[in-house]
T-cell receptor, first 111, second 113 residues
Framework: AQSVTQLGSHVSVSEGALVLLRCNYSSSVPPYLFWYVQYPNQGLQLLLKYTSAATLVKGINGFEAEFKKSETSFHLTKPSAHMSDAAEYFCAVSPGNQFYFGTGTSLTVIP | DAGITQSPRHKVTETGTPVTLRCHQTENHRYMYWYRQDPGHGLRLIHYSYGVKDTDKGEVSDGYSVSRSKTEDFLLTLESATSSQTSVYFC????????????FGPGTRLTVL
């Protein structure tokens, strides 16, 4: 079975601090991996995706994620948090037939 | 932004009534999806379509049916709404299937009393 685990349903960071949102996946086949962001009362917006071209993936708004096969992880990072980064973040895996989403991590940025 | 609209955006209905939600796209994408979003569960796939009149079940399809008679429209029907179907429903589209990113609509907030 395919699944995605996001550790920490809520994460708080100070403005300017490192953002680290964790995602681990289980997949019986090499997966495609995605991070989405959801701002209040909006749909999901793609941040970045991993499709096996490179293990370090850069996305929009200064976010990046590193695929680590040995750890089955795809953690999302941003060097310096901005107030506008406050949102809910979802990791998703696609082993080929459909998407499986994690339960989400709500990011709070403290001024 | 991908051209995806959902209607209605908000709906309140009573238990036992039928409800139809509409997803409309202007991107001519082949794949369309319906998800529900609930606290603590993330997004869960209800049904998806891989072409006109071609649909399949997702993880939480019980109590829901779908139809796609045109490329641009994907309808989700709750035949007899229950309180457990109170949720936010999102439509998504993709042009090359599940390996590729999905673009999401703005969502429909459904409350079943």
């Amino acid at each position: 079975a395919q699944s995605v685990t996001q550790l920490g349903s809520h994460v708080s960071v100070s403005e300017g601090a490192l953002v680290l949102l964790r995602c681990n996946y289980s997949s019986s086949v090499p997966p495609y991996l995605f991070w989405y962001v959801q701002y209040p009362n909006q749909g999901l917006q793609l941040l970045l995706k991993y499709t096996s071209a490179a293990t370090l993936v850069k996305g929009i708004n200064g976010f990046e994620a590193e695929f680590k096969k040995s750890e089955t992880s795809f953690h999302l990072t941003k060097p310096s948090a901005h107030m506008s980064d406050a949102a809910e973040y979802f990791c998703a895996v696609s082993p080929g037939n459909q998407f499986y989403f994690g339960t989400g991590t709500s990011l709070t940025v403290i001024p | 932004d991908a051209g995806i609209t959902q209607s209605p955006r908000h709906k309140v209905t009573e238990t036992g009534t039928p409800v139809t939600l509409r997803c409309h796209q202007t991107e001519n994408h082949r794949y369309m999806y319906w998800y529900r979003q609930d606290p603590g569960h993330g997004l869960r796939l209800i049904h998806y379509s891989y072409g006109v009149k071609d649909t399949d079940k997702g993880e939480v399809s019980d109590g829901y049916s779908v139809s796609r008679s045109k490329t641009e429209d994907f309808l989700l029907t709750l035949e007899s709404a229950t309180s457990s179907q109170t949720s936010v429903y999102f439509c998504a589209i993709s042009n090359r299937g599940p390996y590729n990113e999905q673009f999401f609509g703005p969502g429909t907030r459904l409350t079943v009393l």
